[in-house]
């Protein structure tokens, strides 16, 4: 069975740092892009950054650019989103997902595989 299980949510306050790790299982992504999206209450489903198959190429939504970093440790099977000077704005649930193809994808449908999501609180 194939899963996506995201971890490092909190409560944290405005200017601080997280870090979510996203641990796959059941089957191997090093060929495959991986991204990190955000849901916040009332609000649609969001992109937020996407890594390539080798992590040579990153992309981000405008919002997070110069703050968050996103990484890939293929040996360990292990997605990871370095989230600096966090703000209020970037309270959600942050979720995993992993695509069919090795190209950076932006748009929620072209992946496959999703985690649960963990929560994210920022405070101001």
């Known amino acids: 069975q194939v899963q996506l299980v995201e971890s490092g949510g909190g409560l944290v306050q405005a200017g601080g740092s997280l870090r979510l790790s996203c641990a796959a299982s059941?089957?191997?992504?090093?060929?495959?892009?991986m991204g990190w999206f955000r849901q916040a209450p009332g609000k649609e489903r969001e992109f937020v950054a996407a890594i390539n198959w080798s992590g040579g190429t990153t992309y981000y939504v405008d919002s997070v650019k110069g703050r968050f970093t996103i990484s890939r440790d293929n040996a360990k099977n292990t997605l990871y989103l370095q989230m600096n000077s966090v703000k209020p704005e970037d309270t959600a649930v942050y979720y995993c997902?992993?695509?069919?193809?090795?190209?950076?994808?932006?748009?929620?449908?072209?992946?496959?595989?999703w985690g649960q999501g963990t929560q994210v609180t920022v405070s101001s």
């Open positions: 997902a992993a695509t069919r193809f090795t190209a950076i994808a932006t748009s929620s449908n072209r992946y496959n595989y």
């Open positions: 059941g089957r191997t992504f090093s060929n495959n892009a």
